[in-house]
């Protein structure tokens, strides 16, 4: 494969090579990671960056109609938008439950618009990974906006928080006692709460859930990337596309006070530090997992312990022997190898 | 250090040894961990073993007053109890908030007796590492049964249940509707439920709780691990002593049973073998922890990826290449190190 080709592809705008791309960064393999690294690398030499806007929201809260309405004004005013969705739990489906485009039929025809569904992941950090480096091509491909969708399990939303500018929570219409059920952790992540469904007969619900959850945004302490008025509690209508403007005005304002503050920066430097930081740690995972000199002896290694004829520390340190760093090389001095 | 030294002042049972091995196998220092591993191969050619019961219950439900009671009867059977506590949330105060040895004052004072608080650790993972490590340590100074106790808080059931050979969880006494309030998923580790305070005014309550859990454990999926009537819950008494005789009993009858089946081997194999690639695992990720070359590197192409000079993955593959795997260093081939 011709990385710097297939770069130059992505960065033209080209949809099949973006496709592939991301395929190529999803990909488990020890040499398309080193592909991926390159071609990634290549890539950013653009130097384009899209806004990463994060979406959580738990099933039935209107998210695919929220996704369409939204990506579809958001291409109304000339921009491009890319929708990757991060789930988790495909692990155990073995395929996105939320990439299905037919849930986003006008957008998906949109020729302004990308929609990508979750890659098919067996482990949490994998999904992490993958799910990054999917949005930096798409910024490399010259998206506008970037819009990074999760359904609202566990850890996902801390995730998707990770790799996003800012976050937008999702919520239908409820019962004031309904509040307690969203976690604060999920809550202090947000920037923006959004109330759906704010039409026909939901609207006074919708309206008194706004008011409630203006009132619990109230209580969590003030954090220092927001701006007055932020995190917000408002109402929209997917179905009806109102509120959905003043969304974006919303966005925009809090995105530009940010850049101007230095926080979006700071929040983007801090952000590729801690992905690099866990990029490392998987490649040193991934060194036992890949068929080889290292997994033969540590198989081997494993069925003594099982045994009982070593310890669980003994045998890992003669293992992890094995694994050598550059204080280890340098020790050994040239011709040890 | 003399490990042979320390490794025969452990197994011929030496409180002092038995204490300064543990504190070395707690230690995170490279170093130590090499030569804990030594020790701990070195004392596992003992093959002595234990009893390793593990033991969750919530704050309140009388842990401290069950153990001791439930230890004295052993001690008073002649045997000798080694008690160590897992506690996660330690690494937020910086101690131990079960080890306290006046919870336990008379166990404490019983010459059969060990009481080992929680190590304080940074890393849920270097709990579990080094709980194992001292457990494996008390088997080898000779204690017959070693209790392993945490609080009921997320994954430190799981993580003490893979270490132990069965589980027991305690209960207080409670309305039926808290029944909900156990996660499916800690039943399901328990071998025996006990009821506490089955004694005075909340004896009946503890008898009507103990029969709903009964009720409870016959809709969970048989494990191939246990004969007839297992799971099992029962009630006890820790502060009148009543009771726990009778749970000695049970917890004799099932273990004999498993030995007899196969299952206490099998278990013991996996779990060891589970445990030394949990070992290996954290011991490929300390490399980037332990102060060197290679931190030095990854500190320094972190900056570069958070001033945007570099991709991430791009960045990790680079650093990721001065790990050397034996496959690798044969590709090198001699005299190139």
Redesign the interface.
């Known amino acids: 494969m011709d990385i710097i080709e297939l770069g130059d592809d992505v960065i033209s705008g080209t949809r099949r090579a973006l496709a592939r791309a991301i395929t190529l960064?999803e990909s488990q393999r020890a040499d398309h990671?080193?592909q991926?690294?390159?071609l990634?690398?290549y890539v950013?030499q653009a130097?384009r960056q899209a806004l990463r806007i994060g979406l959580s929201g738990t099933p039935g809260v209107g998210k695919s109609t929220f996704i369409e309405s939204f990506g579809l004004m958001l291409t109304g005013l000339g921009l491009r938008v890319a929708v990757l969705a991060v789930d988790p739990s495909s692990r155990r489906s073995g395929g996105s439950i939320l990439g299905d485009k037919t849930r986003m039929d006008r957008l998906s025809r949109d020729p302004n618009a990308y929609i990508r569904p979750s890659p098919s992941q067996t482990k949490l950090g994998g999904v992490a990974?993958r799910s990054?480096?999917a949005v930096?091509l798409c910024e490399a491909a010259g998206f506008d906006v970037v819009l990074i969708e999760t359904v609202g399990v566990g850890q996902s939303e801390t995730m998707v928080a990770e790799m996003s500018d800012l976050f937008l929570l999702l919520l239908a219409p409820a019962g004031g006692d309904e509040l307690q059920g969203i976690k604060r952790g999920i809550m202090e992540i947000a920037d923006i709460i959004l109330v759906n469904k704010a039409d026909g007969d939901l609207k006074p619900a919708a309206m008194r859930t706004c008011a409630d959850y203006t009132g619990a945004l109230r209580l969590l302490r003030k954090r220092k990337r927001d701006p007055d008025g932020f995190p917000r509690a408002m109402t929209v209508s997917a179905l009806e596309d109102s509120g959905l403007d003043q969304v974006w005005a919303d966005i925009q304002a809090l995105i530009s006070w940010r850049r101007d503050q230095g926080y979006w920066d700071m929040q983007?430097?801090?952000q590729?530090?801690s992905?690099?930081?866990?990029?490392?740690?998987q490649?040193?995972?991934a060194?036992?997992e890949t068929p080889?000199?290292?997994r033969d002896?540590?198989l081997q290694?494993?069925?003594e312990?099982?045994?009982?004829q070593?310890?669980?520390?003994?045998?890992?340190?003669?293992?992890?022997e094995?694994?050598?760093?550059?204080?280890e090389?340098?020790d050994?001095?040239?011709?040890?190898?």
């Open positions: 960064v990671r080193v991926a690294g390159q990634l690398d950013g130097g990974q990054r480096d930096a983007r430097a801090e590729a530090r992905w690099f930081v866990e990029e490392v740690r490649g040193l995972l060194q036992i080889g000199l290292l002896r540590m290694l494993g069925d312990v099982a045994r009982g070593s310890s669980a520390a003994g045998a890992a340190a003669k293992l992890l094995l694994v050598k760093t550059p204080d090389s340098l050994a001095g040239p011709g040890t190898a």
